[in-house]
């Protein structure tokens, strides 16, 4: 390769008066001496650090599409259980698994968190027997296996992979925002119930809870996102705004956007993000079933965290 002439020069004394070759994967930096003073040094290097932290940032959210293996059945052989490997139990179309497979993504642990999926519908034993006991009446995911142990629950699972594996935090340090993502926690599921009363055609309840939604948008103007910029919280609720948001359009003609903008611009953000496109399922098969005006809760009930 050709060294890159960064016409850099530099004026401390330090350094010999002929010119210096600094190479690193083969393509050589050439550096002269004695006439680029301080403040430009520092200038670039701050740029280096920044076009590093953007491609490390590029790589966590997911820039390559993950290729994703068939659903396992009751007829499937389980894996190895605590061979080492950390697992994610998930279901493809499980909003609570979703949550815990869209922080894994956009950690960049697509590598580092295997993907192992359960087919709901014809769910194999050996997951309850074997994987995760506790989990005694519905079979129900998410799972992680990691460290010789199983544990469950979406909330807990997205904390724990932030807090214990490499990749971008995806929780606040300032204070007054975790307090708030703490209040967004604990009424996910108040939000999630409210929403499923519209399909049995009480609208107030939802309209209440999309208004706290909205307001909640409002509060940090640093960013479109729940804490202005995006965290854990927006994790937690895509899943279901993702669901919820056709479905009602389509079974009760309700926009859950209409005079709502800050949620418009979330919605519209959200599907910005790569991490998480590749964790949604296509709208069109979502619509197919919302013929059925109870397609959503049964869904959510599938795989409910109880």
């Not at 050439?30 to 290097?45: D, E, G, I, N, P």
């Not at 910029?229 to 919820?244: H, K, M, N, T």
């Not at 790569?274 to 964790?279: F, G, I, K, L, R």
Request: glycine residues 4%; charged residues 25%; aromatic residues 12%.
């Amino acid at each position: 390769m050709y060294a890159r002439d960064l016409s850099i020069h530099f004026s401390f004394p330090f350094l010999p008066k002929n010119s210096a070759r600094f190479v690193k994967a083969n393509n050589p930096i050439k550096l002269h001496s004695r006439s680029l003073q301080f403040h430009q040094v520092a200038y670039f290097l701050r740029n280096l650090r920044a076009a590093s932290a953007s491609l490390s940032a590029s790589m966590a959210t997911g820039s390559w599409k993950e290729v994703l293996s068939p659903a396992l059945t009751s007829t499937s052989e389980p894996p190895p259980i605590f061979d080492g490997t950390t697992r994610l139990y998930i279901s493809y179309s499980c909003p609570y698994a979703q949550r815990v497979w869209i922080t894994r993504n956009c950690k960049g642990l697509q590598d580092k968190i295997k993907l192992v999926p359960i087919d709901l519908q014809n769910r194999p034993t050996w997951y309850k027997e074997k994987v995760y006991p506790p989990n005694k009446v519905l079979m129900q995911v998410p799972s992680m296996e990691h460290d010789n142990e199983v544990k469950g629950e979406s909330l807990d699972l997205v904390k724990y992979i932030d807090s214990n594996f490499d990749g971008p935090s995806l929780f606040p340090d300032d204070p007054a925002k975790k307090e708030l993502a703490e209040e967004l926690f604990a009424y996910t599921d108040s939000f999630n119930k409210a929403l499923v009363s519209l399909f049995k055609g009480d609208a107030n309840e939802a309209g209440t809870a999309l208004d706290f939604i909205e307001t909640s948008l409002s509060k940090y103007n640093d960013g479109p996102f729940f804490l202005g910029q995006f965290s854990l919280v927006d994790i937690v609720y895509a899943p279901f705004i993702e669901r919820f948001q056709p479905a009602l359009l389509d079974v009760r003609k309700y926009d859950i956007t209409e005079g709502r903008p800050n949620l418009a611009a979330w919605i519209e953000e959200m599907n910005k993000i790569e991490a998480y496109d590749q964790t949604r399922r296509d709208p069109k098969e979502m619509l197919k079933p919302a013929r059925n005006a109870f397609w959503l809760i049964s869904e959510v009930c599938c795989c409910h965290e109880v």
